[in-house]
């Protein structure tokens, strides 16, 4: 059973690869234990960031980058359509998500890391702080990007889908219940969309690692 690294953007491309039975090795670095700023990791990529392929030789990272490259390379014009307004729609969702929606990570899956690890303390100001901030980042992200089914538009997802859906979906698979966005009438549109998404292909595969984290977080919360 293949066991994919915990961080959102290596999960994007994991999954698209995984949709489209593209084979790749999965090499593991540890970026929560410096594993992406060693000598040996820089010398190979120099943002010193994960996720990053080496393709026969061509090294490349950032995760948009690289799902746009394969989708290219492989001609999945459905992931990243050749259609000029709707790949530029893509490419506009890939741009912003950087500054809005990615920020899940860092406001909410990074402190959940940081007190998993023992690090920093998990309160209930951390939880309400937590909740609110991945209200406001999904209902911001629902109202400027899902004003279609898709983020591009169409009807099928692309890769801008798969980058903003890992993101958003995290925030239930490592805190639970609890932090879901089910059956809020706020944001139906967004648990519609949602729910198609996680209803690609290899889904549960991709984010089994995720989900086990998210477990045995809240698992240590209930017993502390
Ligand atoms: N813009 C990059 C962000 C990648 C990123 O933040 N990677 C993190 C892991 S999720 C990392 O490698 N951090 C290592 C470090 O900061 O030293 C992308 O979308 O691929």
Known sequence: MRRYRL?????????LCRIKDLPF?????????GGTRTKEYKDKFPTGLSPAIDDNGFKLAEGGA?????????????FYPTDLQ?????DQYL?????????????????????????QEWDA????????????IASKFQDVFLK?????GGDAPTIADLAAYTEIAQVEQVLGSEYSFEGREDMARLNEWLGEIKGLKAHDDVHRTVSKLGQLFQAK???A
Not at 148 to 152: G, Y
């Open 25 to 33: 090795e999965h090499v593991k670095v540890e970026p929560f234990m």
């Open 86 to 90: 709707q790949q530029a729609l893509v």
């Open 66 to 78: 690289i799902m746009k490259y394969l989708c290219v390379k492989e001609g999945w014009t459905d």
């Open 125 to 136: 100001d951390a939880g309400a702080k937590a909740k609110d901030t991945s209200v406001f």
């Open 7 to 15: 961080l959102s953007p290596f999960r994007s491309c994991a999954w």
């Open 148 to 152: 279609e089914r898709f983020i591009a």
């Open 221 to 223: 919360l209930a017993g």
């Open 95 to 119: 741009s912003n998500h950087h500054s809005t929606t990615r920020k899940m990570t860092m406001k909410v899956f990074h402190p959940m890391m940081m007190s998993f690890m023992g690090k």
